[in-house]
């Protein structure tokens, strides 16, 4: 009895929390279908809109060139995690299995750029960009993200929990240290890849101080940094601004339907939080 009655509080207060984080986009999207004047009401009683203005979607379309930002955003994505995914992949074993000189030292000054916010590299990055002439280019919006010190961190210690027995093995085989990373231990950690990839793609979809620094041009920019470009000097268009907001969100919510199974073993397994 008493097991039952403690499932059924759990349960109601995981409903009321869940209710809570859905509050913001179901407001998001029952403002992308209202009028200018239903926004600005003070009345905490009209949320559902009296008529759907479906107009909003076409004006949205209209000024912004989705395709292009679609293009420039899943491409930045796509290229952040290849490289996060290779060069975390790489560190993470070499940290984890090999012994080299100043192999402490190197992990140290990897944890502590996990340690400083990301914010202070933006001028030393923006001027290795600039100097590379990346600037309103995806190579440029990519950058940042070559190299990526969560990752290395993650993966080290994926490939710290596998047996040394494994490489024991494949040495006896006649293996040498890339085939053993390339045929023994990378497939095992395949999980922990994943991972990576999947919080690699959240944290650059969503990444917005970057491409507004880097890439100026509306014709480079991502759908973040588009969005944030709306935002009129005098008037605030909030249904328009939602739509797009709206439409934007369109990617990641059929990423995480298809990937939410590797989305909650990354967040479990690597006790890292968005």
């Known amino acids: 009895m008493k097991r039952t009655i403690y499932n059924t509080l ?26 200018v004047a239903e926004t600005m009401q ?11 203005q479906t107009q909003n ?12 930002l679609y293009a420039n955003t ?35 000054l990897v944890l502590l750029q ?18 590379l002439h ?13 190299v990526s010190a969560f990752g290395t961190f993650l993966l080290r210690q994926a490939y710290m929990q ?29 999980s922990s890849m994943v991972a990576l990839g999947i919080f690699t793609a959240v944290f650059a979809y969503k990444d917005l101080m970057w491409p507004m620094i880097v890439c100026p041009d509306n014709r480079a920019t991502t759908l973040a940094s588009a969005l944030a470009k709306m935002n009129g000097q005098y008037q605030q268009k909030y249904p328009e601004l939602m739509m797009a907001a709206l439409i934007s969100c369109v990617p990641m919510i059929i990423i995480y339907i298809f990937f939410q199974k590797q989305f909650i073993e990354g967040i479990a397994t690597s006790g890292g939080k968005l």
Do not use: H
């Not at 349960?11 to 984080?21: E, N």
């Open 10 to 35: 759990m349960y109601i207060i995981l409903i009321l929390v869940s209710f809570t984080m859905l509050v913001p986009f179901l407001w998001m999207f029952l403002t992308a279908f209202k009028t």
């Open 42 to 52: 003070v009345d905490p009683f009209v949320i559902v809109p009296k008529v759907w």
């Open 57 to 68: 979607f076409g004006n949205v379309i209209k000024a912004m060139d989705f395709v292009r």
């Open 74 to 108: 899943l491409g930045m994505v796509a290229l952040r995690i290849l490289f996060a995914v290779l060069t975390a992949t790489l560190s993470g074993y070499a940290f984890a299995r090999l012994n080299f000189k100043g192999k402490n030292f190197m992990f140290a």
């Open 114 to 131: 996990m340690m400083i916010p990301v914010q202070i590299f933006i001028i030393p990055q923006y001027v290795m960009v600039s100097k």
């Open 134 to 146: 990346l600037t309103n280019t995806i190579g440029g919006l990519v950058f940042p993200g070559i």
């Open 162 to 190: 596998l047996p040394r027995d494994l490489e024991e093995a494949a040495r006896l085989d006649g293996c040498n240290i890339p085939q053993t990373f390339l045929y023994i231990m990378a497939p095992l950690t395949k």
